[in-house]
Structures are given as C-alpha cells and as structure tokens.
C-alpha cells in the first residue's frame, strides 16, 4: 500500500522540489504539501495551509488524511535565526517536538527531519568531519539542530519510533531563491554573474564549506527513507557530503562559463557563523550502511546551474 505522506514546510528551497519528486513516486493524491502560504497556486497538488506551532490544526490534518509518514522541513535557518533568536527557538524546537508528540500518538510508520553542518561548532574537527564527534553549535539555528537530533534518537529509542535525519550541507538549486541561509551565497553567485557579471560574497575568498546539488540532496532523503530499518544505524542524524568548496574556487570555474565575471569579498556576520562549519565532511557510514553516493560534482553542478537560470528566465 502506498504511503499517505504529509510534508510539513513544502514551500521552502528542499520542500518544493521534494514534493515534486514524491508526487512522482506516489501520486498527487497521496502527497499532502503544507506551509503557512501556498506559493506555487498553480501547481496541481493537495495544500493545506498550517503553522506547525499549531499542535491542534496538526493533530487534525493527520488523523483527517490517514497520514502515514511525515517529512518535517519548516525551520528558520541559521543567518535568519541569529536575527530573532527566540522564535528561531521556538519554530524549530516546538515544531518537531509537536510532530514527534503527534507521530508516536498516530502510530506513524516514518518520520524524516533535516538537521544540519550547524549542528557542529568552532572545536569540531573542520577537515574530514566525522560521524561521531565534538559537537558545540553556536548559533540558534545549529543549537536547535543538535538538541533535534538529540529528540529524535530518544523518540527512536523510547517510543520505537522510526525517525530519519540526515545532517544537510549547504544546498544549491536554480527553482528556488537564496532562503536565509549561511552557505547561500553558492546559489546568489549565480543569479548576479548571469544578471550583472559581479558578485559581492559575505564570506572570505578562502571560507571552505560543504554543499550539494539539489538532486543529490532529494536523492539522499528518500533513499534513507527507503532503506530497510535494520541498514538505518545512526538514530541521531547521518552525515552526508558532495562537494567542497570556497567562494574563490566557485568564482573562478563560473568565471569559466561566464567570461568577464568577476568577485569582491565584503565579509559579514555570517563570516564567523561559517568558520565555525565542517570543511569537509566525512559521510561514510551513510555510503556504507544504505549506500549513499552522490551524482553532481562542481563542474556538473555549475553547469546546471547555469542552464536552468538561462531557462527560467527565457
């Protein structure tokens, strides 16, 4: 039988193109889309619009659709959250407790969250990052990420249930715009080199961090939750990698595609937000345990980038 999924924060850069991809594995009708604005009308799909702090309006959607697993995605992410600390809290904390409430409650079969690079801190070991390791978030954003984790695996281990997490690098797609986020600057450089040739980054020529094409990241989420219960160890979350690299190498290989582009570098705030990530992340246990591998590299993801941006903007 095929699953009832209810996807909470599908509006967001992971959210709208991860709908898309489970309405094409298990139909329109089985792939309940919800945020607090439906931005995409035209789309064809159930949306239902819901503020996940609204534990009473949740409860009911789920028993109302006979909801079988749940991906929980809305969060406020780490730039925007050092803005408003305390409702960056209160979002990310009380909205996965109310799904993990709500979840063991209706017996759902799966439950995914996202967690992320922000859960480690300024002492984790920032090259080969491993699964297990020091981890001391200093933002709300990755304070609230670790303390998820943390819920996740007692639900797991208290309630029997089946929760999914996998540790997010930054994420870099074309459908959607920048969204808040530290490592977002790899997804604005392209619009301004295809709209004016040069860029301002906020972060340092030689600031390394971890990123992933899109694909590679829905991929990723539905293989682990696809995966058998027995090949699914880490009931925390998984670290999982791609690519790595700096402003400065992603300026010159666009600069490749895009003759005369050129970069400046006017660090801000969230400068020492990225000296406090992983540089590179070591995700083997992901690749051995369910068999994890990822597709895009930087020239490939560069080139897609570029096509799709010249496409959407026809």
Not at 36 to 45: A, C, F, S
Not at 165 to 182: A, E, H, Q, V
Request: glycine residues 6%; negative net charge; contains cysteine.
């Amino acid at each position: 039988m095929l699953p009832k999924i209810l996807i909470i924060g599908s509006e967001g850069q992971l959210g709208s193109e991860l709908t898309a991809r489970l309405i094409q594995l298990y139909g329109v009708e089985n792939i309940f889309a919800s945020d607090l604005k439906n931005q995409q009308p035209t789309i064809k799909r159930n949306f239902i619009e819901i503020d996940v702090l609204n534990k009473a309006l949740l409860e009911y959607i789920i028993q109302a659709n006979n909801i079988t697993q749940i991906y929980h995605l809305a969060a406020v992410l780490s730039a925007t959250g050092e803005k408003n600390p305390a409702f960056a809290w209160q979002l990310n904390m009380d909205g996965l407790l109310n799904v993990l409430d709500l979840s063991v409650k209706y017996k759902i079969e799966k439950v995914y969250w996202p967690s992320s690079i922000a859960a480690f801190g300024p002492t984790t070991p920032r090259m080969n990052t491993p699964q297990d390791t020091v981890m001391d978030p200093n933002t709300v954003y990755g304070i609230s990420k670790m303390a998820g984790e943390l819920w996740c695996r007692y639900y797991f281990e208290k309630f029997g249930l089946d929760v999914r997490s996998l540790r997010y690098p930054g994420i870099i797609s074309y459908k959607s715009p920048p969204g808040g986020g530290t490592t977002d600057y790899a997804i604005d450089i392209f619009h301004k080199a295809l709209s004016d040739g040069i860029f301002t980054s906020f972060l340092n020529a030689d600031s390394r961090l971890p990123m992933m094409y899109i694909d590679d990241a829905i991929n990723a989420t539905i293989d682990l939750m696809n995966a058998p219960s027995e090949k699914v160890k880490v009931r925390t979350s998984y670290n999982i990698a791609a690519i790595s690299f700096t402003p400065a190498e992603l300026a010159a290989a666009i600069a490749e595609k895009i003759p005369g582009f050129e970069i400046s570098y006017v660090p801000d705030f969230r400068q020492a937000i990225a000296d406090s990530w992983p540089a590179v992340i070591d995700d083997s246990e992901a690749r051995t345990q369910w068999g994890w591998n990822h597709s895009y590299d930087l020239n490939a993801m560069i080139a897609t980038m570029i096509s799709g941006l010249k496409g959407l903007n026809v």
